[in-house]
């Protein structure tokens, strides 16, 4: 058997070490391209998922949008945006208004709509409103805070006199309400006058539980 040279043989175990070099870096390159593919398509999965959320919250948008009344956004021409906000009341302000007013609260559930402006970057409320519905009229009153306090600012309802409404205008927590002595009838069904009645004075309490400053008197 012929022997290998010196020469031969460290040609020979460079050429073996070029092999292994280059199945070395195929290898690698592979690994690269294939990592690369996996992080495209991580990010196209990402990309994906932005997009559904984005629709989603522009969705979700729109729904809360749709929540709001036409009734309450006229009464806001300057609102930017709205929020129907639920809150419930504790056991002890339950408590507190069914004993103020003598009346059985339904729910303590409780729901308002929020009104907004944005200047500058900046979002402002500038006012509330609540929808009562009571011996089948609708009933929307729109209260502004005034010393912390949720103050009734306009009262609306269909086919029931001004003069009878306007009573409310200023009212607070602090305010007393009752049909007979400081609120008349002024041209109202007297029935419908005083169940309006009881329930503004519940809704008024109500506000200032849910959204009054703690003050003392």
Do not use: W
């Not at 009571?134 to 009153?141: D, N």
């Not at 609306?156 to 309400?177: C, E, R, T, Y």
Request: hydrophobic share 35%.
């Amino acid at each position: 058997m012929k022997r290998l040279s010196p020469l031969q043989t460290t040609f020979l175990s460079s050429g073996f070490s070029i092999v292994i070099s280059f199945s070395v870096i195929l290898s690698l390159a592979v690994l690269f391209l294939s990592a690369c593919s996996s992080d495209s398509a991580l990010k196209t999965e990402e990309n994906q998922a932005r997009v559904s959320d984005t629709r989603q919250s522009e969705s979700q948008q729109r729904e809360k949008s749709d929540e709001i009344p036409e009734s309450v956004k006229k009464l806001f021409p300057d609102a930017q945006s709205f929020v129907k906000q639920r809150k419930e009341l504790s056991q002890s302000a339950i408590e507190s208004i069914e004993k103020d007013t003598g009346t059985k609260l339904a729910s303590k559930e409780h729901y308002a709509y929020l009104a907004f402006t944005t200047k500058d970057g900046k979002r402002t409320q500038i006012g509330a409103a609540t929808i009562l519905n009571v011996e089948g009229k609708e009933i929307i009153i729109v209260y502004e805070s005034k010393d912390g306090m949720p103050t009734v600012k306009e009262i609306h309802a269909k086919d029931v006199p001004k003069a009878f409404l306007d009573q409310f205008i200023g009212k607070n927590h602090d305010s007393k309400i009752k049909f007979g002595e400081d609120i008349k009838a002024k041209g109202a069904d007297e029935r419908q006058a005083k169940a309006i009645t009881q329930a503004v004075r519940v809704d008024v309490l109500t506000m200032e539980a849910l959204y009054g400053k703690p003050h003392t008197h």
